[in-house]
């Protein structure tokens, strides 16, 4: 290992350290070795993820973000910090979305949808229908899927820079957003709930390590090991 990889590798693991603290399980190892030999489907599902997360983000943003619209308003400070946080993760999100698929054509993979994962559907049937409740589960799964995201880049990083020094760097460079994005939107939760929700924290994180851990039919980014 190089001087500078050293570095880097520090510097790297600082940034995921809130991280890897809140998750209840780190990535099974069964999991990286199927991505590993799965390149071009990891990075179509990747895609569509950073697609999803920007269009989840905008979502929010128009349901509590404008004054008077809708039938839950959120008070005008967290109205605009929501606005704030969720409009800067959009963007990025967007930037994310346009660097997978500058990656795809230099790799010849033809852009395509495919499946989703069980995943954000199983983690958002639990969120509750009612207000305020409503928006604080929306916010904690979207900590949760951010930081398992950041888990996830940091954990492939070892595994890629050898063969595939180029998707390495790109993941090292999402590590600083994607740790951020999370706190932002624990952040909100938090404030959302006026008062401690760490209930539905551990309830989210007791299911998402299920969904991690627990073979799946097929591999994705956010899916357990392949059967």
Same mark, same amino acid.
């Given at each position: 290992?190089?001087?500078?990889?050293?570095?880097?590798?520090?510097?790297?693991?600082?940034?995921?350290?809130?991280?890897?603290?809140?998750?209840?399980?780190?990535?099974?190892?069964?999991?990286?070795?199927?991505?590993?030999?799965?390149?071009?489907?990891?990075?179509?599902?990747?895609?569509?993820?950073?697609?999803?997360?920007?269009?989840?983000?905008?979502?929010?943003?128009?349901?509590?973000?404008?004054?008077?619209?809708?039938?839950?308003?959120?008070?005008?400070?967290?109205?605009?910090?929501?606005?704030?946080?969720?409009?800067?993760?959009?963007?990025?999100?967007?930037?994310?979305?346009?660097?997978?698929? !500058?990656? %795809? #054509?230099?790799?010849? @993979?033809?852009? *395509?949808? +495919?499946?989703?994962?069980?995943?954000? /559907?199983?983690?958002?049937?639990?969120?509750?229908?009612?207000?305020? !409740?409503? %928006? #604080?589960?929306?916010? @904690?799964?979207? *900590?949760? +899927?951010?930081?398992?995201?950041?888990? /996830?880049?940091?954990?492939?990083?070892?595994?890629?820079?050898?063969? !595939?020094?180029?998707?390495?760097?790109?993941?090292?460079?999402?590590?600083?957003?994607?740790?951020?994005?999370?706190?932002?939107?624990?952040?909100?939760?938090?404030?959302?709930?006026?008062?401690?929700?760490?209930?539905?924290?551990?309830?989210?994180?007791?299911?998402?390590?299920?969904?991690?851990?627990?073979?799946?039919?097929?591999?994705?980014?956010?899916?357990?090991?392949?059967?």
């Amino acid at each position: 290992m190089t001087e500078r990889s050293a570095v880097a590798r520090h510097a790297d693991s600082a940034r995921v350290e809130p991280v890897l603290e809140f998750l209840s399980c780190r990535t099974p190892a069964a999991w990286i070795d199927a991505a590993i030999g799965q390149i071009d489907t990891l990075l179509l599902d990747h895609a569509a993820l950073e697609l999803r997360a920007a269009q989840q983000a905008q979502t929010l943003i128009a349901r509590y973000g404008a004054a008077g619209r809708g039938s839950y308003s959120v008070d005008s400070d967290l109205r605009l910090s929501l606005l704030r946080k969720l409009s800067r993760l959009a963007r990025e999100e967007l930037r994310h979305y346009e660097q997978v698929i !500058e990656l %795809l #054509v230099a790799r010849n @993979i033809d852009y *395509a949808t +495919i499946s989703a994962s069980r995943y954000a /559907r199983e983690l958002h049937f639990e969120i509750r229908g009612t207000e305020p !409740e409503r %928006l #604080v589960d929306t916010l @904690i799964v979207g *900590a949760i +899927i951010e930081s398992r995201s950041c888990e /996830r880049f940091f954990s492939l990083l070892p595994s890629l820079e050898a063969d !595939e020094p180029r998707l390495a760097k790109f993941y090292g460079s999402l590590l600083r957003s994607e740790a951020r994005h999370f706190e932002d939107y624990l952040g909100l939760a938090r404030r959302a709930a006026n008062a401690d929700c760490g209930d539905r924290v551990s309830y989210f994180l007791a299911l998402e390590a299920k969904l991690v851990c627990d073979p799946d039919s097929e591999l994705r980014f956010h899916s357990g090991p392949p059967r």
